[in-house]
């Protein structure tokens, strides 16, 4: 009969129990996936926009892409708590655009602008003297006042050149409740400020004064 010394016995018991909780460990990990990404976007317009005053002002137009801070440069969505901190922007974790904000801004307004008739012109088209509208994005957060009341907030500058000449700029705001305390909530919201503020520059574009060329 063998004889094992009581060292042996600690060492290969100790070896036996690194093993099995190597292998639970690696159970674990592969048995646990992390939450799936929801993707959201803006969906499909509400209602289309009619026909407006904008289209006789300037029948054609060129909108460029929308720029601003870099954080709407990315799929990320944001949320913000001014209760607890109003300076701290914070990115959902398994929630995403499907594009970058500033993509989807630049869709939906050249979307919208089109359908109240004014013909929308690339950038390349602008050397032709057609006006051009800039816009410049500031703030597209979902913001919470409380644990169950929040809304989507769109701050924008839009500025608007006839040739190189400014011949108006103006800030848009617009916030709209959200239905829900969450980021499916927080998207609905910002979709529908957005349209909101796209409703708001067809009207101001049907009252630009354009200088003359």
Do not use: C
């Given at each position: 009969?063998?004889?094992?010394?009581?060292?042996?016995?600690?060492?290969?018991?100790?070896?036996?129990a690194a093993v099995v909780a190597a292998l639970v460990l690696a159970g674990c990990a592969a048995g646990s996936k992390a939450p799936a990404a929801v993707t959201y976007d803006f969906?499909?317009?509400?209602?289309?926009?009619?026909?407006?005053?904008?289209?006789?002002?300037?029948?054609?137009?060129?909108?460029?892409?929308?720029?601003?801070?870099?954080?709407?440069?990315?799929?990320?969505?944001?949320?913000?708590?001014?209760?607890?901190?109003?300076?701290?922007?914070?990115?959902?974790?398994?929630?995403?655009?499907?594009?970058?904000?500033?993509?989807?801004?630049?869709?939906?307004?050249?979307?919208?602008?089109?359908?109240?008739?004014?013909?929308?012109?690339?950038?390349?088209?602008?050397?032709?003297?057609?006006?051009?509208?800039?816009?410049?994005?500031?703030?597209?957060?979902?913001?919470?006042?409380?644990?169950?009341?929040?809304?989507?907030?769109?701050?924008?500058?839009?500025?608007?050149?006839?040739?190189?000449?400014?011949?108006?700029?103006?800030?848009?705001?617009?916030?709209?409740?959200?239905?829900?305390?969450?980021?499916?909530?927080?998207?609905?919201?910002?979709?529908?400020?957005?349209?909101?503020?796209?409703?708001?520059?067809?009207?101001?574009?049907?009252?630009a004064q354009l200088p003359a060329r």
């Open positions: 009969m063998p004889t094992f010394s009581v060292s042996t016995v600690l060492r290969n018991t100790a070896s036996a969906g499909s317009p509400v209602r289309p926009m009619v026909s407006s005053a904008a289209a006789t002002a300037m029948p054609a137009l060129v909108i460029t892409d929308v720029t601003g801070n870099s954080a709407f440069d990315s799929e990320r969505m944001y949320y913000r708590l001014n209760y607890a901190d109003p300076l701290q922007a914070r990115p959902y974790a398994n929630s995403r655009w499907s594009t970058t904000p500033l993509q989807l801004l630049t869709q939906r307004f050249k979307s919208r602008i089109g359908q109240a008739g004014v013909k929308v012109l690339s950038a390349t088209d602008a050397s032709t003297g057609v006006p051009l509208l800039r816009i410049d994005l500031d703030d597209f957060t979902h913001t919470f006042d409380s644990t169950s009341a929040s809304y989507g907030e769109v701050v924008l500058r839009a500025s608007l050149f006839q040739g190189r000449m400014l011949a108006d700029q103006r800030t848009f705001t617009r916030k709209v409740a959200a239905p829900t305390a969450d980021a499916g909530g927080g998207a609905r919201a910002l979709a529908a400020a957005t349209d909101a503020v796209a409703a708001d520059l067809i009207v101001w574009l049907g009252s």
